[in-house]
């Protein structure tokens, strides 16, 4: 097999009296094209269709399908890769794409992360060998002010990067521009007063015809990077950005969910772990095991590892264990996945009457890691 | 309630030896403060987390559940209304948003179709009382003058709109700009010929930074409407094209399908039926009952509905029977659906030798509707 072909994994659940490498051959064809064998020139037979490389039992009523497809089906342009990997057969049912080996030549097209895990470390003053710290500023319907002060308490007590919450977005309690500013104000104050290097990440959602605006604010405040929720948005959001931004890209999974169903979709890891990574997502936020979420840890540990491991010339980009992440689990989650990631923990700072103080407790755990 | 709220019908498969009940009071605080009860003030509890206004027994193990929420949460933007339907309740388990009833301070946000059925009737020549029919220029692999040479078979043979395949858009067998050129000047050659009105629908998938230019090409070339997918290139592009390209913009549903799964997702007939109308599609393409997808065709006729039905100021949008829908079935299909539909046929025409004369039958067949 040539090295420029893209080579997918499937786990498969064929249908009752279906034989998997039957619906093996109907995907090669639904997914490149479309048509019933014959209705297309021998060429195309021989260069397009995607190749049925492999079928073997997964377990269960499950199998695992490996297909090659030509690199020219996907190119170098995302919503041709989006398309190839999970397009039309989104429609169907009992189809996990379990990973993805993409050729140099389909690489090519993605620049990956601007920053990486190196970039967002050396923006939070350099820090190493310890985990970071995200929190957000909640919830929706407070004033810019209220939000200012949450971000001030969390800046104050050590947290990393103060992130508006995913939800927080352009509502009239508290309109983007002004909510920026004062949150933005808010945090350097904080950091004057300890020395700190906590930053502001606004939340960029917004309508198509807005999202430069609101992205040139945040630059214009000082922010040192946004949070982009990129399934609300468009996956390709994440490439225009980090191309065109200059800013920190802390991706959030809303909106992600029913791509990774169990039985149907892109797994987490390779959504998460891969597909954010290559679009250029500098820190990537997923659901952590344990939470309010169904996922497994060994899923959420892949994840790490497709974050952090070499790729080509992609930058690592930072796992962030979010979704229900509690600060006292936080200890036993570092020894899980080490020390190269960021934890996101709101509530249960917030169920503290004590927001700074509880995020000091946290923050101060975090240190002792690095001198571990 | 106040008028003001969004009022949110989800049916919900609670995990074993959870209450309905409870299950819906976390989803009003999941896509709402995304908070324990008690960590936000009193005021957010009264004004911002959603209520739940009913929960009913739905048949096996699912409940209907209706929660409100004020509709300052979606105001007029479409990434806060999508992240309020499915945002971080996307990434849990057995929940189908099924239905939304959006007041008229959101959906003031919203213009819709510009064209929508009428608009797209007057452009094919003003086709009134028969049901229209869409083909597909195909497969990917074909150069420019090979896909030309089918446009202008389908042209010639009576199709009201030929469209590319949605996975043709700009790979090396057929880039984007010359392949418009061609395909446009093969169905303008063909309608010279026959006296007819048969559009060419570009693909304009592409990355974010290219769109524009797409678009632009497109519509220089004197096409009236492009395909548009809007799952892949994020649904909030739909607006962006409405506003501002001045084409017909025809839907295609590929990646949309882990939305919309039986267990958990929204219901095709919200999804195509409501949200693609309200932001903006003038004709949607979805997967009919009896082809290569899983879909019931009370869902499919709900759809239709949902499309054409009176609903505040928004035009209806032109359903789009496709995914498999055998030419031979058309007549049955036209008997449950009525003529206020396009039929996108494309396997049944292409299993035949002869494209040109299997459309013509099937435009025929379609023509002697008018009359009946």
């Known amino acids: ?14 249908s009752p009296g279906e ?49 090659s497809y030509p ?38 097209g993605y620049a990956g992360p601007r920053f990486g895990i190196d970039g967002v470390r050396v923006a939070c003053g350099d820090v190493r060998g310890r985990p970071l710290l995200c929190s957000a500023a909640k919830p929706v319907g407070l004033t810019p002010e209220e939000l200012a002060e949450r971000c001030g308490a969390l800046a104050r007590g050590g947290a990393d990067i103060v992130k508006d919450d995913h939800g927080v977005m352009n509502q009239e309690p508290a309109p983007f521009r002004e909510r920026v500013a004062r949150c933005q104000e808010a945090v350097l104050r904080a950091n004057a007063g300890t020395g700190g290097h ?11 015809s807005q999202l430069e605006e609101r992205v040139a604010v945040a630059r214009e405040a000082g922010c040192e990077g946004v949070l982009v929720s990129p399934f609300l948005m468009g996956l390709d959001v994440l490439p225009a950005l980090a191309a065109s931004s200059g800013l920190i890209l802390l991706a959030h999974p809303t909106f992600s969910g029913a791509l990774s169903q ?3 979709g892109l797994t987490p890891s390779f959504l998460f772990g891969r597909l954010l990574r290559i679009l250029g997502a500098d820190a990537v936020i997923y659901v952590n095991a344990g939470g309010r979420f169904p996922v497994s840890v060994e899923e959420c540990s892949r994840i790490n590892q497709r974050l952090r491991e070499p790729w080509s010339r992609i930058r690592p980009a930072l796992p962030v264990a979010g979704g229900g992440v509690d600060a006292a689990s936080v200890p036993s989650w570092i020894e899980r996945y080490g020390s190269d990631i960021m934890f996101l923990v709101g509530s249960s700072l917030y169920a503290t009457d004590d927001l700074e103080g509880a995020t000091r407790a946290l923050a101060t755990t975090l240190e002792r890691q690095a001198s571990v």
Chains 1, 2 share one sequence.
């Not at 097999?1 to 994994?9: A, E, K, P, W």
């Not at 490498?21 to 020139?41: H, M």
């Not at 429609?91 to 080996?101: L, R």
């Not at 906590?198 to 198509?208: E, G, H, I, Q, S």
């Open 1 to 14: 097999m040539s090295d420029d072909r893209i080579l997918i994994t499937y786990l498969l659940t064929p």
């Open 19 to 67: 034989r998997a490498e039957d619906r093996a051959r109907a995907i090669a064809l639904e997914q490149t094209v479309e048509l019933p064998e014959g209705c297309y020139p021998q060429r195309i037979r021989d260069s397009i269709v995607g190749r049925v490389e492999n079928v073997e039992r997964a377990g269960g009523a499950r199998w695992r399908v490996t297909i």
């Open 71 to 108: 690199s020219s089906l996907a190119g170098t342009e995302a919503p041709q890769l989006l398309n190839l990997l999970f397009g039309n057969i989104s429609m169907q049912q009992g189809i996990v794409v379990e990973d993805v080996d993409l050729p140099e030549r389909v690489l090519a």
């Open 198 to 208: 906590t930053l502001y990440f606004p939340n960029v959602a917004a309508p198509r």
């Open 262 to 264: 169990p039985g149907h």
